[in-house]
Protein backbone atom coordinates (compact mmCIF):
# COMPACT_ATOMS: atom_id res chain seq x y z
CA UNK A 1 0.00 0.00 0.00
CA UNK A 2 1.35 3.71 -0.75
CA UNK A 3 1.25 6.24 1.64
CA UNK A 4 -2.72 6.51 2.24
CA UNK A 5 -3.58 10.29 1.31
CA UNK A 6 -3.94 13.17 3.65
CA UNK A 7 -6.44 13.24 6.09
CA UNK A 8 -9.35 14.35 5.58
CA UNK A 9 -10.30 13.23 2.45
CA UNK A 10 -12.58 15.00 0.05
CA UNK A 11 -13.96 13.41 -3.07
CA UNK A 12 -14.89 15.59 -6.02
CA UNK A 13 -18.38 16.38 -7.16
CA UNK A 14 -19.82 14.53 -10.47
CA UNK A 15 -17.87 16.47 -13.37
CA UNK A 16 -21.33 16.40 -15.55
CA UNK A 17 -23.45 17.29 -12.66
CA UNK A 18 -24.98 14.99 -11.78
CA UNK A 19 -24.42 11.07 -11.97
CA UNK A 20 -26.20 7.67 -12.83
CA UNK A 21 -23.83 5.47 -11.43
CA UNK A 22 -21.43 4.97 -8.92
CA UNK A 23 -19.16 1.61 -8.86
CA UNK A 24 -16.33 0.92 -6.13
CA UNK A 25 -13.64 -1.72 -6.76
CA UNK A 26 -10.98 -1.64 -4.20
CA UNK A 27 -7.99 -3.81 -6.07
CA UNK A 28 -6.65 -4.31 -9.30
CA UNK A 29 -8.96 -6.87 -10.69
CA UNK A 30 -12.10 -5.56 -9.48
CA UNK A 31 -11.15 -2.67 -11.28
CA UNK A 32 -10.28 -4.41 -14.51
CA UNK A 33 -13.60 -6.40 -14.05
CA UNK A 34 -15.35 -3.60 -13.44
CA UNK A 35 -13.94 -1.72 -16.33
CA UNK A 36 -15.47 -4.36 -18.53
CA UNK A 37 -18.52 -4.10 -17.32
CA UNK A 38 -18.54 -0.20 -17.34
CA UNK A 39 -17.15 -0.39 -21.23
CA UNK A 40 -19.66 -2.22 -22.14
CA UNK A 41 -22.54 -0.66 -20.50
CA UNK A 42 -21.44 3.09 -22.14
CA UNK A 43 -21.31 1.40 -25.31
CA UNK A 44 -24.93 0.56 -25.02
CA UNK A 45 -25.73 3.69 -23.34
CA UNK A 46 -23.38 6.95 -24.21
CA UNK A 47 -25.12 9.15 -22.44
CA UNK A 48 -24.54 7.27 -18.65
CA UNK A 49 -22.96 9.05 -16.11
CA UNK A 50 -20.51 7.28 -14.86
CA UNK A 51 -18.30 8.31 -11.37
CA UNK A 52 -15.68 5.50 -9.38
CA UNK A 53 -13.75 4.86 -6.59
CA UNK A 54 -11.63 2.31 -8.87
CA UNK A 55 -8.52 2.49 -10.68
CA UNK A 56 -6.92 3.34 -13.48
CA UNK A 57 -9.21 0.81 -15.74
CA UNK A 58 -11.83 2.02 -15.02
CA UNK A 59 -10.87 5.60 -15.80
CA UNK A 60 -9.77 4.50 -18.94
CA UNK A 61 -13.27 2.85 -19.79
CA UNK A 62 -14.99 6.43 -18.85
CA UNK A 63 -15.88 6.69 -15.53
CA UNK A 64 -14.76 9.81 -13.34
CA UNK A 65 -12.16 8.35 -10.89
CA UNK A 66 -12.95 9.80 -7.60
CA UNK A 67 -10.43 8.38 -5.90
CA UNK A 68 -7.75 5.67 -6.82
CA UNK A 69 -8.06 3.03 -4.74
CA UNK A 70 -6.41 0.52 -6.68
CA UNK A 71 -3.24 2.19 -4.97
CA UNK A 72 -4.53 2.07 -1.19
CA UNK A 73 -5.64 -1.54 -1.32
CA UNK A 74 -4.19 -3.74 1.32
CA UNK A 75 -4.84 -7.71 2.42
CA UNK A 76 -4.62 -9.34 5.99
CA UNK A 77 -5.78 -8.73 9.58
CA UNK A 78 -2.38 -6.43 10.30
CA UNK A 79 -2.32 -5.16 7.08
CA UNK A 80 -5.90 -3.15 7.69
CA UNK A 81 -5.33 -2.18 11.16
CA UNK A 82 -1.98 -0.16 10.76
CA UNK A 83 -4.76 1.41 8.11
CA UNK A 84 -7.46 1.44 9.87
CA UNK A 85 -7.97 5.58 10.35
CA UNK A 86 -7.80 6.15 6.57
CA UNK A 87 -10.03 3.56 5.81
CA UNK A 88 -12.38 5.13 8.60
CA UNK A 89 -12.32 8.09 6.81
CA UNK A 90 -13.11 6.61 3.39
CA UNK A 91 -16.14 5.24 4.63
CA UNK A 92 -17.56 8.17 6.09
CA UNK A 93 -16.39 10.61 2.86
CA UNK A 94 -17.87 8.32 0.68
CA UNK A 95 -21.28 7.74 2.18
CA UNK A 96 -21.44 12.00 2.23
CA UNK A 97 -20.42 11.64 -1.30
CA UNK A 98 -23.13 9.41 -1.80
CA UNK A 99 -25.85 11.13 0.19
CA UNK A 100 -24.93 14.65 -1.97
CA UNK A 101 -24.84 13.51 -5.01
CA UNK A 102 -27.59 10.35 -5.16
CA UNK A 103 -26.91 8.67 -7.63
CA UNK A 104 -29.45 6.23 -9.21
CA UNK A 105 -27.13 3.04 -8.35
CA UNK A 106 -24.17 2.05 -6.51
CA UNK A 107 -22.36 -0.88 -8.04
CA UNK A 108 -19.84 -2.56 -5.46
CA UNK A 109 -17.22 -4.67 -7.43
CA UNK A 110 -15.82 -7.18 -4.85
CA UNK A 111 -13.76 -5.87 -1.52
CA UNK A 112 -16.46 -6.39 0.97
CA UNK A 113 -14.75 -5.14 3.39
CA UNK A 114 -15.35 -1.93 2.77
CA UNK A 115 -18.49 -2.87 0.31
CA UNK A 116 -20.85 -4.83 2.73
CA UNK A 117 -20.02 -2.04 5.55
CA UNK A 118 -21.16 0.52 2.77
CA UNK A 119 -24.28 -1.18 2.06
CA UNK A 120 -25.13 -1.71 5.35
CA UNK A 121 -24.93 2.20 5.71
CA UNK A 122 -26.93 3.19 2.96
CA UNK A 123 -29.56 0.89 4.09
CA UNK A 124 -29.38 2.23 7.51
CA UNK A 125 -29.13 6.09 6.37
CA UNK A 126 -32.76 5.29 4.48
CA UNK A 127 -30.63 5.75 0.91
CA UNK A 128 -30.65 2.63 -0.99
CA UNK A 129 -34.19 1.27 -1.39
CA UNK A 130 -33.42 -1.07 1.23
CA UNK A 131 -33.82 1.20 3.44
CA UNK A 132 -36.64 2.79 1.69
CA UNK A 133 -34.66 4.97 0.13
CA UNK A 134 -34.06 6.08 -3.73
CA UNK A 135 -30.67 4.04 -4.47
CA UNK A 136 -30.69 0.60 -5.87
CA UNK A 137 -27.87 -1.52 -4.29
CA UNK A 138 -26.46 -3.68 -6.73
CA UNK A 139 -22.77 -6.29 -6.29
CA UNK A 140 -20.92 -7.37 -8.94
CA UNK A 141 -18.41 -10.00 -8.49
CA UNK A 142 -19.83 -12.10 -4.96
CA UNK A 143 -17.61 -12.40 -1.73
CA UNK A 144 -16.34 -15.85 -1.22
CA UNK A 145 -18.77 -16.88 0.66
CA UNK A 146 -18.35 -20.63 -0.37
CA UNK A 147 -14.67 -20.36 1.76
CA UNK A 148 -15.75 -18.17 4.71
CA UNK A 149 -18.31 -16.42 6.50
CA UNK A 150 -20.94 -17.97 4.62
CA UNK A 151 -23.72 -15.89 6.90
CA UNK A 152 -22.50 -13.39 4.87
CA UNK A 153 -25.31 -13.94 2.49
CA UNK A 154 -27.97 -13.21 4.85
CA UNK A 155 -26.59 -9.35 5.29
CA UNK A 156 -26.22 -9.10 1.91
CA UNK A 157 -29.52 -10.46 0.96
CA UNK A 158 -31.09 -7.30 3.73
CA UNK A 159 -28.96 -4.45 2.11
CA UNK A 160 -28.78 -5.53 -1.69
CA UNK A 161 -31.21 -5.66 -4.72
CA UNK A 162 -29.18 -8.04 -6.63
CA UNK A 163 -26.28 -9.74 -7.34
CA UNK A 164 -24.19 -10.57 -10.28
CA UNK A 165 -21.77 -14.02 -10.15
CA UNK A 166 -18.88 -15.00 -12.14
CA UNK A 167 -18.62 -18.54 -11.11
CA UNK A 168 -21.76 -20.80 -11.40
CA UNK A 169 -22.00 -22.80 -8.83
CA UNK A 170 -22.02 -19.28 -6.45
CA UNK A 171 -25.97 -19.17 -7.64
CA UNK A 172 -26.54 -22.13 -5.37
CA UNK A 173 -24.74 -20.60 -2.56
CA UNK A 174 -27.55 -18.01 -2.35
CA UNK A 175 -30.74 -20.10 -2.48
CA UNK A 176 -32.00 -19.84 0.91
CA UNK A 177 -32.09 -15.88 0.31
CA UNK A 178 -34.16 -13.52 -1.25
CA UNK A 179 -31.29 -11.87 -2.99
CA UNK A 180 -32.00 -12.06 -6.81
CA UNK A 181 -28.48 -13.31 -7.81
CA UNK A 182 -27.37 -13.97 -11.76
CA UNK A 183 -24.36 -15.77 -13.24
CA UNK A 184 -23.31 -13.45 -16.09
CA UNK A 185 -20.14 -15.53 -16.92
CA UNK A 186 -16.51 -14.78 -15.99
CA UNK A 187 -14.98 -11.92 -18.07
CA UNK A 188 -11.81 -13.90 -19.01
CA UNK A 189 -13.75 -15.61 -21.32
CA UNK A 190 -15.65 -13.15 -22.83
CA UNK A 191 -16.09 -12.51 -26.48
CA UNK A 192 -13.21 -10.14 -27.71
CA UNK A 193 -11.11 -10.28 -24.68
CA UNK A 194 -7.34 -9.65 -24.68
CA UNK A 195 -5.39 -12.04 -21.89
CA UNK A 196 -1.89 -10.97 -20.66
CA UNK A 197 -0.72 -14.15 -20.96
CA UNK A 198 -0.42 -17.09 -23.57
CA UNK A 199 1.38 -20.43 -23.63
CA UNK A 200 4.58 -20.88 -25.55
CA UNK A 201 6.62 -24.08 -25.00
CA UNK A 202 9.50 -21.78 -26.07
CA UNK A 203 8.90 -19.22 -23.89
CA UNK A 204 10.21 -18.13 -21.06
CA UNK A 205 9.60 -18.53 -17.49
CA UNK A 206 6.44 -16.21 -15.87
CA UNK A 207 7.02 -15.13 -12.04
CA UNK A 208 3.99 -13.62 -10.60
CA UNK A 209 3.86 -12.50 -7.15
CA UNK A 210 1.12 -11.27 -7.14
CA UNK A 211 -0.51 -6.79 -7.14
CA UNK A 212 -1.01 -6.13 -3.39
CA UNK A 213 2.81 -4.43 -1.75
CA UNK A 214 2.46 -6.73 1.15
CA UNK A 215 1.87 -9.90 -0.59
CA UNK A 216 4.74 -9.56 -2.99
CA UNK A 217 7.41 -8.67 -0.42
CA UNK A 218 6.46 -12.24 0.75
CA UNK A 219 6.66 -14.15 -1.71
CA UNK A 220 8.55 -12.80 -4.88
CA UNK A 221 12.28 -13.14 -2.86
CA UNK A 222 10.71 -17.04 -2.91
CA UNK A 223 9.76 -17.06 -6.64
CA UNK A 224 12.68 -15.85 -7.64
CA UNK A 225 15.12 -18.33 -5.67
CA UNK A 226 12.70 -21.20 -7.04
CA UNK A 227 13.75 -19.44 -10.24
CA UNK A 228 17.38 -19.55 -10.08
CA UNK A 229 17.44 -22.83 -9.22
CA UNK A 230 15.91 -24.31 -12.21
CA UNK A 231 19.37 -23.05 -14.14
CA UNK A 232 19.95 -20.80 -17.19
CA UNK A 233 16.45 -19.75 -18.33
CA UNK A 234 14.71 -16.05 -18.95
CA UNK A 235 11.77 -15.29 -16.90
CA UNK A 236 9.45 -12.26 -16.76
CA UNK A 237 7.98 -10.55 -14.10
CA UNK A 238 4.29 -9.25 -14.71
CA UNK A 239 3.68 -5.88 -12.38
CA UNK A 240 0.75 -3.47 -12.24
CA UNK A 241 1.91 -0.69 -10.56
CA UNK A 242 5.34 1.48 -10.17
CA UNK A 243 5.04 1.02 -6.35
CA UNK A 244 5.26 -2.95 -6.94
CA UNK A 245 8.06 -2.35 -9.45
CA UNK A 246 9.42 -0.74 -6.81
CA UNK A 247 9.17 -4.24 -4.67
CA UNK A 248 10.45 -6.41 -7.14
CA UNK A 249 13.38 -4.19 -7.69
CA UNK A 250 14.64 -4.03 -4.18
CA UNK A 251 15.08 -8.43 -4.58
CA UNK A 252 17.31 -7.22 -6.64
CA UNK A 253 16.51 -9.81 -9.50
CA UNK A 254 19.21 -11.01 -12.36
CA UNK A 255 19.44 -9.74 -15.56
CA UNK A 256 17.93 -12.66 -17.16
CA UNK A 257 14.48 -11.92 -15.12
CA UNK A 258 12.78 -9.33 -16.57
CA UNK A 259 10.07 -7.05 -15.49
CA UNK A 260 7.47 -6.27 -17.21
CA UNK A 261 4.48 -4.18 -16.94
CA UNK A 262 0.94 -5.74 -17.31
CA UNK A 263 -0.18 -4.43 -20.86
CA UNK A 264 1.47 -6.23 -23.26
CA UNK A 265 0.92 -9.77 -23.70
CA UNK A 266 3.48 -12.07 -22.64
CA UNK A 267 3.79 -15.83 -23.59
CA UNK A 268 5.60 -18.75 -21.20
CA UNK A 269 6.61 -21.89 -20.63
CA UNK A 270 5.98 -22.32 -17.27
CA UNK A 271 4.46 -20.24 -14.14
CA UNK A 272 5.00 -19.79 -10.88
CA UNK A 273 2.27 -17.61 -9.28
CA UNK A 274 0.80 -16.43 -6.41
CA UNK A 275 -3.17 -17.83 -5.92
CA UNK A 276 -4.71 -14.21 -7.44
CA UNK A 277 -6.22 -13.04 -10.87
CA UNK A 278 -3.30 -13.54 -12.84
CA UNK A 279 -3.10 -17.51 -11.57
CA UNK A 280 -7.02 -17.85 -13.56
CA UNK A 281 -5.20 -16.05 -17.00
CA UNK A 282 -2.20 -18.87 -16.93
CA UNK A 283 -5.02 -21.49 -16.41
CA UNK A 284 -7.31 -20.26 -19.01
CA UNK A 285 -4.29 -20.21 -21.50
CA UNK A 286 -3.29 -23.20 -20.58
CA UNK A 287 0.30 -22.59 -19.20
CA UNK A 288 1.49 -25.23 -16.47
CA UNK A 289 2.89 -24.21 -13.34
CA UNK A 290 2.13 -24.11 -9.41
CA UNK A 291 0.41 -21.77 -7.20
CA UNK A 292 2.56 -20.30 -4.35
CA UNK A 293 1.68 -18.25 -1.27
CA UNK A 294 2.76 -16.75 1.81
CA UNK A 295 0.50 -14.83 4.00
CA UNK A 296 1.61 -12.92 7.50
CA UNK A 297 1.80 -15.51 10.00
CA UNK A 298 -0.91 -14.25 12.29
CA UNK A 299 -3.34 -13.83 8.89
CA UNK A 300 -2.32 -17.43 7.80
CA UNK A 301 -3.34 -18.30 11.70
CA UNK A 302 -6.19 -16.91 11.32
CA UNK A 303 -6.83 -18.12 7.53
CA UNK A 304 -6.85 -21.81 8.74
CA UNK A 305 -9.69 -21.65 11.21
CA UNK A 306 -11.63 -20.07 9.23
CA UNK A 307 -11.63 -20.73 5.26
CA UNK A 308 -13.03 -24.49 4.58
CA UNK A 309 -11.96 -25.34 0.86
CA UNK A 310 -10.01 -27.95 -0.33
CA UNK A 311 -7.88 -25.65 -2.50
CA UNK A 312 -6.58 -21.85 -2.31
CA UNK A 313 -6.54 -21.77 -6.41
CA UNK A 314 -10.08 -20.86 -7.80
CA UNK A 315 -9.25 -22.98 -10.53
CA UNK A 316 -8.24 -25.67 -8.41
CA UNK A 317 -11.45 -25.05 -6.64
CA UNK A 318 -13.57 -24.98 -10.05
CA UNK A 319 -11.91 -28.10 -11.82
CA UNK A 320 -12.10 -29.97 -8.22
CA UNK A 321 -9.16 -31.24 -8.48
CA UNK A 322 -5.60 -29.74 -8.50
CA UNK A 323 -4.88 -28.46 -11.96
CA UNK A 324 -2.06 -26.53 -10.26
CA UNK A 325 0.05 -27.93 -7.11
CA UNK A 326 -0.48 -25.20 -4.61
CA UNK A 327 2.99 -24.64 -2.34
CA UNK A 328 1.15 -22.77 0.64
CA UNK A 329 3.92 -21.43 3.82
CA UNK A 330 6.39 -23.31 4.47
CA UNK A 331 5.80 -25.66 1.53
CA UNK A 332 6.79 -22.77 -1.15
CA UNK A 333 10.67 -23.78 -0.92
CA UNK A 334 13.22 -22.82 -3.11
CA UNK A 335 13.37 -26.57 -4.23
CA UNK A 336 10.31 -27.40 -4.45
CA UNK A 337 9.59 -24.60 -7.06
CA UNK A 338 12.38 -25.43 -8.80
CA UNK A 339 10.88 -29.14 -9.21
CA UNK A 340 7.86 -28.09 -10.02
CA UNK A 341 9.20 -25.73 -12.79
CA UNK A 342 10.99 -28.58 -14.46
CA UNK A 343 8.23 -31.15 -14.72
CA UNK A 344 6.09 -28.52 -16.03
CA UNK A 345 8.89 -27.52 -18.75
CA UNK A 346 9.96 -30.80 -19.14
CA UNK A 347 7.54 -33.57 -18.97
CA UNK A 348 4.97 -33.60 -22.15
CA UNK A 349 2.29 -35.31 -19.56
CA UNK A 350 2.55 -32.83 -17.47
CA UNK A 351 1.59 -30.08 -20.53
CA UNK A 352 -0.93 -32.22 -21.61
CA UNK A 353 -3.07 -32.68 -18.02
CA UNK A 354 -2.79 -29.01 -18.55
CA UNK A 355 -4.53 -28.14 -21.63
CA UNK A 356 -7.19 -30.01 -21.20
CA UNK A 357 -7.84 -28.81 -17.64
CA UNK A 358 -7.88 -25.41 -19.27
CA UNK A 359 -10.41 -26.66 -22.05
CA UNK A 360 -12.64 -27.94 -19.07
CA UNK A 361 -12.31 -24.53 -17.03
CA UNK A 362 -13.24 -22.37 -20.30
CA UNK A 363 -16.78 -24.36 -20.37
CA UNK A 364 -17.44 -24.19 -16.90
CA UNK A 365 -17.29 -20.56 -17.23
CA UNK A 366 -18.54 -19.71 -20.50
CA UNK A 367 -21.32 -16.53 -20.70
CA UNK A 368 -24.33 -17.72 -20.35
CA UNK A 369 -27.47 -16.50 -22.73
CA UNK A 370 -28.98 -14.47 -20.53
CA UNK A 371 -26.32 -12.05 -21.33
CA UNK A 372 -22.96 -9.97 -19.99
CA UNK A 373 -22.29 -7.94 -16.49
CA UNK A 374 -22.68 -5.33 -18.48
CA UNK A 375 -26.36 -6.09 -19.54
CA UNK A 376 -27.15 -7.17 -16.12
CA UNK A 377 -26.52 -3.56 -15.00
CA UNK A 378 -28.45 -1.82 -17.70
CA UNK A 379 -31.78 -3.99 -16.55
CA UNK A 380 -30.77 -3.03 -13.26
CA UNK A 381 -30.37 0.83 -13.55
CA UNK A 382 -33.37 0.68 -16.33
CA UNK A 383 -35.31 -0.91 -13.31
CA UNK A 384 -34.71 2.22 -11.19
CA UNK A 385 -35.86 4.67 -13.86
CA UNK A 386 -39.02 2.70 -14.01
CA UNK A 387 -39.72 2.70 -10.05
CA UNK A 388 -39.09 6.51 -10.26
Known amino acids: MTAAPLLPLRLPPPRDGGVDLLVIAGEHSGDEHAATMVRGALARQPGLR ?21 ATSVVGL ?11 ALHGETLRWIAAHRPRAVCFVDYPGLNLRLAAKLRERRLSTAGGGPIRA ?27 VIFPFEVECYADTRLPVEFVGHPFVAEGYAAPVRYDPA ?5 LPGSRRQAVQRIFPVLLRGFRALGEREAVVLY ?12 APPARVRLQRLGTPVAAAAVLTSSGT ?11 GVVAYRAHPLTYLIGRRLVKVPHLGIANLLLKEPMYPELIQGAATPAALAAELRACLHEPARRERTAAAAARLKEILRQPAAGTAAEWLLRALDHTQQAA
Open 50 to 70: VAALGGPALAAAGAQLLHDLT
Open 78 to 88: WEVLKHYRFFQ
Open 138 to 164: LYYISPQIWAWKAQRRFTMARDLDALA
Open 203 to 207: GPVLL
Open 240 to 251: PSDEILAVLQAA
Open 278 to 288: MSMHCALAGIP
